[in-house]
């Protein structure tokens, strides 16, 4: 399977916990984004890189929240002291930079779902 | 900022009905995604639109885009209950590259 790849698929945690969540990308795309999805609602943009360099972070992304991508390769997004509003489904996606149609598509992993108690 | 409008919100349909679900923004933008998303899955692209009055078509579905008017359409034709899912219209922000998405379309499509 060649496709954007998350890890783990269900996080359950305690209040005040950290965890850390992992994405790896289609292995020829150089960018990656991370959204959170709560229900009924659209992905909301949290942070992308090209390569190994953040490029942009929302204001929804706290200073609990941190994301990483040391090789340019896969990617950590890491939550400190989780509280029960960062309950959400949290996607990763990969794509091309924007040279051409066909490789503008950003392409969605499968997501990992945190809830936190 | 860059905001992004769909409605309906939900709507539910016959099968080998007509409709159309309608995504607005409000700032200019080089480029729309339509998303389809199944329950407690990911997203999946159907359409990527870049110039004004594009137009593609995958089997029932078939999207357009009016940079001048800042709509985009996707229109389901003849629809069959193996498209019921969530649709997601999201809009690339210039000079930038995230993308912002809408709240989303729920289709239910009764037998």
């Known amino acids: 399977d060649t496709g954007v790849s998350q890890d783990p698929r269900h996080k359950i945690t305690k209040r005040g916990q950290n965890v850390t969540f992992r994405c790896d990308p289609i292995s020829e795309h150089n960018r990656l984004y991370w959204y959170r999805q709560t229900l009924g609602q659209g992905p909301e943009f949290l942070t992308y890189f090209q390569n190994e360099a953040q490029l942009e972070k929302s204001r929804l992304l706290s200073d609990r929240f941190s994301a990483e991508r040391p090789k340019g390769s896969f990617s950590t997004l890491e939550i400190q002291r989780t509280e029960q509003g960062d309950s959400a489904m949290y996607l990763c996606a990969s794509s091309f930079p924007r040279v051409a149609e066909i490789t503008d598509t950003q392409y969605f992993g499968p997501g990992t779902r945190l809830t936190v108690l | 900022e860059l905001k992004v409008e769909q409605n309906p919100l939900f709507l539910s349909m016959q099968e080998g009905k007509n409709y159309t679900i309608y995504c607005n923004y409000s700032?200019?933008?080089?480029?729309l995604y339509w998303y389809r998303q199944d329950p407690g899955k990911s997203l999946e692209s159907l359409f990527v639109l870049l110039s004004n009055g594009a137009v593609k078509q995958e089997g029932r579905l078939m999207a357009s885009l009016d940079t001048k008017a800042r709509l985009s359409t996707l229109h389901i034709t003849a629809a069959v209950h193996d498209l019921s899912a969530t649709y997601f219209c999201?809009?690339?922000?210039?000079?930038?590259?995230?993308?912002?998405f809408g709240k989303g379309t729920r289709l239910h499509i009764l037998p």
């Open positions: 999201a809009v690339g922000a210039n000079r930038d590259d995230k993308i912002i």
């Open positions: 700032t200019t933008s080089d480029r």
